[in-house]
Structure formats: structure tokens, C-alpha cells
């Protein structure tokens, strides 16, 4: 009985008191008084305190320690013996005091059933835990805050936030730390006690923060398991870690746009780019940075997240943008891995080092064209040249100027990767270009020595030299038509045979006066003997006139036997 009549209370401002007072026949003992005391007890506080009484002989006859609970009322209504209501004013959370009280003041002449006889003097030893107001408001004191805070916490955001909890006697009953990651909660939706939803408005990520919830904003009455009981004032510290709100878009900025952008990328194109990837908080992830390796995708067909997918849309090749993605644009309420928590926000820094479509063709610019242009390069033609070769980042690969001697290739005989043999088609001697090529007309996703995988590759090229080719399978061609008695032609001497120093002579004549033209590249000398050993087909070291066909001719007669 006397139990539930004491109570406990906390709050409003205290000060520090050092005298042990006597307050109307209340002898009050401050025997252990905290060194910081915020707040004392006023007339019509609540409180939650523990409690030993005894008699003046040191004999017990009740105790909240023994209950295993402590004791809760509000002073100043009446509620508790008149000695204590006086008794525990001015008292400090954690402060210990001992209180004797009268018996006119406590249960008087009568006494208390067979538990406290008449006109006894009571003994309380108190000790105070809890003290709140209905009038308490949510207090909140920001303990350092981020230099940059671009949003703060509004009602129906989603928060992710460490936090450590303990009662306003420094007991702590729970700790986000200890499980190992963030409580996370809709704000202002009725997921948080309402104190919580109410201190945690206006933070910014990286903010900490002291919230003191009183109990009627806390879990009241009822408390919450064994770690919270009845009527509990709340102390939080929280670092918010985490914001965003559901219906938020993914956000760009940071930008930082070439002076030249040719195109910008669309869905559908093949991407390489780095990339930074923090949270909110500055914490970093991931990073292509130390892999050594950009991160290649294609873009805007669901190939990674979709924050990403749409953030990677409308860039130019070099430019470097953050992209922050909420987490419904991102791994969700999952999370990704050990990594990334759930409901994480991810921004990320990037880098578009290049990307392409797979329908790009060669792309070639002119620099410098000759005046005088008689012959431009094509397929089967010998060509000599200068390069320079990058990536579209700048990033130097190779350069002729490494080497002795000049480039060489014969177009169309796959000595070079498709796009630049293209891309040197069609020149003059003299000629400058740039030529643009896409990783599948270069080297492909697999890249080369020195060349990245899906790289695009920048030339510069300046043909130096051109020797009209044959074509493929001819080791000598007629420019102008053949001689209408090619056998006599050849047949110098006329002695109605042709041996290799006759056909030598000839060919090489051809070839002096521009009338007919040898494989470029080749030794003329190894051209000659395999078209004479061609045209010597009984292999006797002549040629007759009834062995002497035109490779033409041959031709058509393979092809009328494979018919």
C-alpha cells in the first residue's frame, strides 16, 4: 500500500545545491549528489525513484529494490505522504538522499495497519531516476553538425540513423552500434514513438544529436520489454546517416561538361566510365579507381540499377557529373552484399571516359587535304603512314613515331582492325585525318595488349606514300589493255620462246612505261619467277605460245569446268 503511493519524478531546470536542508520537520540528507544537475524537482513533477524505509531502530519494513520495481507519482497533488511530497523537492536524477519524517507528516497517530505503528518515525532512503512534466516538451541539442547540409529531415522522409538509448539515469537499454547497423523508419508515419518523430525533424546527414523524450512521447505506462519499464524519460544520441524521401527522382550535379560534346549518350549505348561510390555520409563503398578499370554497360536496358541506368543518359564522353540515387533507384530495401546496407541512398561520382552504340560506323574528319589529289587510297593498295593513337580520354597508346620506320599495310588484306583500314581509305598522299572507331571494328570487348576492353580509339593519320594494289590473288595487272599479241610482245627475240630473262625484261617494262602494275610490297624478282613458273606449265624453262594464258582467262575456264 505505502508502495503505490510513492512516486518518482524528472525535469525542468536544476541547480546545485550542497546543504542538507530541513523543510518544514523534514530532515532532508544529500549524501550523494551528482557533479552536473540540470534539473531538480518541482512541486507537480512526476517521478520514478527507488526507495529503502526504515524505522529510526534501522529496522526495514518496505523497499522498491526488494519489488524489483521502482516507484512512480507526481508530487505536489496529494498522492504521496505529505514528508515525502516535501522530501523529494530540489532532488537530482541520480542523487541519493535520506529523508526522516515526522509522524504527523507520514502516517500519524494511527499508524499503518500491522506494518507501521503509531506516531513512528519514517526513514526513507531515496534515490531519484526519473523526473518529467506534462507540460515537457522533446528537447533536442545538436552535438556537431556537417559544414554542408543541403536537406534536412522532413515528415513522411525515410531516415537511417546509428543511435545509442539509455534512461535519464545513464542506463542504457539499447544500442544500434551493438547490433551492427542503422534503425531505419519512416518519419511522421507512426513507425517511430512519437518523440523520436518529432526530435529527429531537421537533422541533416551527418548531424549527431541529443534527444530527450519524455514518457507520455515515449512508451509511457507501458514501457517496452524488459530493458524499458513504466514511465521511462528516454535520452537518445543519434548520427542520422540516411535520407531521402519515396517519391524522390535521382539528383545531378557537380557537373563538369567538355567544351565539345559531339553527341550525348542514349539509351541503348555501351559505356566505359569510372566511378566513386559513397553514401550520404562520405563513406566510400566502391570504386573502379582501385580495380584499375572503368566499369563497362550498356545503358538504359536494365543492365544496372536503375538510378544508374537513367543517370548515365544525356552525357558527354569525358564529362563528370554525381549522380545520387535514392534507394528505390537503387538495391532497395535489400541492400547489396555486406556493402550496401538496405534503403541506402548511393551517390556517386563518375567519370564517362567514352561509350558507343553498336550500330556506329567509322567516323573520319578531315584536317589537311592537298590541292593536287590524282590517286586516293583503296582496297589492295600499299600504303605507308603516320599515326597517333588514344583513347577518347587522351590517354596516349601507340604513335609510329615509336618506331624507325614509317607504318606500312596493304588495305582489304586484314593486316590492321576493320576500322582503321576503313578509316584509311580514300586519302591522298599528304592527307591529315582523324578517325573516330568503335570497339567493334577495333578490339573488341576483349581489347588488346596496351588497349582496353570495348575502348573507342582516336587516330591521327597522315599517308605518306600510296602504291596502287592488285587484286586479291594477281600478282600483276594490266592498267592499260594488254597487247593484242602478247606472246609476240614478249617474245623479244622472236624465236617462238620465252625464257624467264625474256619475261623479266618484259613484265619490268610494263611496269616502266605504267602500263601494267605488280603486287606493291612484294620482291619484283620473287613477282616474276612465280608468274613464269604460272605460265611454264610443262616446266621446261620456256614459255611456248600454247601455254601462255592471261589469269583472266584461267579464270574463266575454272570456273565454266566447276560449272
Known sequence: MFASSLLLLLLKTWSYV??????????????????????????GDYVRYHYNVT????????????????????????????????????????EKRKVTVPPHLAYGSLGAGDVVPPDSTLVFDLMLLDMWNKADLVVTETVSSPRDCKRSVKRTDFVRYHFNGTLLDGTPFDSSYNKGQTHDSLVGEGWLIKGMDEGILGMCVGETRNIIIPPFLAYGEKGSGKEIPSQATLVFNVLLADLHNPKDDITVENQVVPELCARKSVAGDYMRYHYNGTFLNGVTFDTSYQRNNTYNTYIGLGYVISGMDKGLQGVCIGERRRVTLPPHMAYGEQGAGKDIPGSAVLVFDIHVIDFHNPKDSVEVHVTHKPEVCNLTSDVDDLIHYHYNCSLLDGTRLFSSSDYDNLQDTVLGADKVIDGLDEGLRGMCVGERRTVIIPPHLGHGEKGATGVPGSAVLHFELELMDLQKGVPEGYLFVWVEDAPLELFQAMDINQNGEVP????????????????????????????????????????????????????????????????
Do not use: W
Open 18 to 43: 550542497g546543504c542538507n536542508p530541513t523543510i518544514g520537520d523534514v530532515v532532508v540528507d544529500r549524501y550523494s549528489i551528482p557533479k552536473l544537475c540540470p534539473r531538480e524537482v518541482k512541486s
Open 55 to 94: 524505522f529510526q531502530d534501522g529496522k526495514t519494513f518496505d523497499s522498491s529494490y526488494e519489488r524489483g520495481a521502482a516507484s512512480v507519482g507526481q508530487t505536489g497533488q496529494g498522492r504521496l505522504i505529505a514528508g515525502i511530497d516535501k522530501g523529494i523537492l530540489g532532488m537530482c536524477v541520480n
Open 500 to 563: 624467264i630473262e625474256e619475261f623479266g625484261e618484259f613484265i619490268m617494262l610494263q611496269v616502266a612505261e605504267g602500263k601494267g602494275r605488280m603486287k606493291p610490297g612484294v620482291d619484283p624478282e620473287e613477282i616474276i619467277a612465280d608468274m613464269f613458273r604460272n605460265q611454264d606449265r610443262n616446266k621446261d624453262g620456256v614459255i611456248v605460245a600454247e601455254e601462255l594464258k592471261l589469269k583472266v582467262e584461267e579464270d574463266k575456264e575454272r570456273m565454266h569446268e566447276e560449272l
